[in-house]
């Protein structure tokens, strides 16, 4: 009788103490598994936050090079415009030095009626300029619409004719800018070197260095591309190109 009563007092405090077990592995195991599941989101957010930091430094640095190539293009367009103001005061010129000639009162006939027309002493220079940045104008145009082939050809064209001209740098840039828009960088690193040792004082320089370096990059050696834009930045620190190298760095760093 005894054991019976101390079985029935004993059983139930067994049980509740089994079950008091179960329930805290249980409890500890739902736990651990918050605990993995936290640390995953964790992990994941960190993950999140530094891909929104790269892609939020790549178009920060899009956005700039966007920028910087703008004003390189403004600079263009002010390069065509005074070249079209040149040409335009060359023209008037060649026209005043022409009525000039008419309408002059020294003019006579000679010994058998001829007309002895005098010379103006600009005229024989002016002529030849006109044709010079006509020649010019007109290359470049043509590399503006997208025509490559027929550009290259007629900037060594112009470069043949005005060998020593003002514009020649301008034309063995260009020169340089249609193999790289064609994909032949290696034949424009050596066009734009030409442009870089022939004309070190000229103003196409800072870009000639500048494209080197993305032609290298283009043709998977960014080792010469870095040298090149560090040394944009370093000759030419104010420059628009020295700011499109710098963020370039950026990017390869």
């Keep these: 009788m005894k054991v019976r009563q101390m079985l029935v007092a004993v059983v139930p405090l067994a049980l509740f103490l089994l079950v008091g077990c179960a329930t805290t592995r249980e409890t500890a195991y739902q736990q651990g598994q918050i605990d993995d599941l ?58 005043r030095d022409y009525e000039g000639k008419i309408s002059s009162p020294h003019m006579g006939r000679g010994e058998e009626g001829s007309v ?12 030849p300029r006109v044709d010079m940045e006509g020649a010019y104008q007109r290359a470049y145009n043509t590399f503006k619409k ?61 870009s000639a260095l500048l494209k080197q370096g993305f032609a290298f990059l283009n043709l998977g050696d960014p080792v010469d591309a870095k040298l090149l834009f560090q040394k944009v930045i370093k000759e030419y620190p104010q420059s628009p190109q020295a700011e499109i190298a710098a963020r370039k760095l950026k990017v390869l760093d």
């Design 38 to 95: 936290q640390q995953k989101v964790e992990v994941l957010k960190g993950r999140v936050t530094s891909e929104m930091q790269q892609n939020w430094a790549d178009v920060e640095t899009t956005v700039g090079e966007l920028q910087q190539e703008i004003k390189i293009l403004r600079a263009n367009i002010e390069e065509d415009r005074a070249l079209l103001n040149k040409i335009t005061d060359d023209v008037a010129q060649l026209k």
């Design 146 to 206: 997208g025509d490559y082939p027929t550009a290259l050809q007629m900037f060594e064209a112009f470069l043949r004719t005005y060998p020593g001209s003002e514009y020649a740098d301008n034309a063995r840039y260009w020169i340089g800018e249609c193999y790289h828009q064609q994909g032949d960088y290696e034949r424009a690193i050596l066009e734009y070197e030409k442009v870089i040792k022939q004309y070190p004082q000229g103003d196409k320089v800072p």
């Design 116 to 127: 002895n027309t005098p010379v103006s002493p600009s005229s024989s220079t002016e002529e």
